[in-house]
């Protein structure tokens, strides 16, 4: 197993009580592994036609900058409202408690682009279902979703019923 998956690390009942966050800023901080995640991420696309990176905040903004690079395609952020100026797109998702959401710029794609989702973990696939959603409504076509972490006991990827690739660089 490569090095960086070890430095994912644990932190029990963070942010709530339950929950078992995974922390993978430690792979972040050393060069080599960080690295060798991004790299990890970015095989299995690098022979399919990608034309840009669509990245979900904030977690995935630290992976996907670096694919998008590695890929060699532009990046469209995936924001939280509140963040990004001029005429948006808003697709809500439902949390645990409440709701959420995630904006783009409407226009940040020409139509039919075909696009790379990018998260740190998938857990139950609401926020990558979510992604897709919004990637949809801006035009795209939707090449896969790429991320770091998948967390099979929220079994999120039975939820992705998607023909296009999940693919998760470790699976846990
Ligand atoms: P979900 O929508 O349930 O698949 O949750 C995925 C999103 O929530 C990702 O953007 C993650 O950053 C975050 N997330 C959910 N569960 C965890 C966890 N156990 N550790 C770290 N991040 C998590």
């Known amino acids: 197993m490569s090095e960086w998956t070890q430095l994912i690390r644990d932190v029990p009942d963070f942010p709530r009580p339950g929950i078992v966050f995974k922390d993978i800023m430690p792979v972040l901080g050393k060069a080599s592994a960080f690295a060798a995640a991004i790299e990890d991420m970015a095989r299995p696309w690098r022979e399919l036609p990608i034309d840009a990176v669509l990245a979900i ?3 995935g903004f ?3 900058a670096p694919l998008a690079r590695a890929l060699e395609v532009g990046l469209v952020p995936l924001r939280k409202p509140g963040k990004l100026p001029g005429i948006l797109l808003e697709q809500r998702y439902a949390l645990e408690y409440g709701t959420d959401a995630l904006v783009a710029q409407a226009g940040a794609l020409a139509p039919g682009k075909r696009v790379l989702l990018v998260d740190d ?3 139950t696939g609401g926020t990558l279902l979510a992604a897709r959603a919004l990637a949809q409504r801006l035009g795209a076509q939707i090449a896969g979703a ?3 972490m998948e967390l099979t006991s929220l079994n999120g990827r039975a939820r992705w019923t998607d023909a296009a690739p999940l693919h998760a660089a ?3």
Do not use: H, K, P, T
Request: glycine share 6%.
């Open 62 to 64: 630290l992976l996907g």
């Open 121 to 123: 973990v998938l857990a």
């Open 146 to 148: 790429s991320v770091l």
């Open 170 to 172: 470790l699976v846990a």
């Open 57 to 59: 905040e904030a977690r």
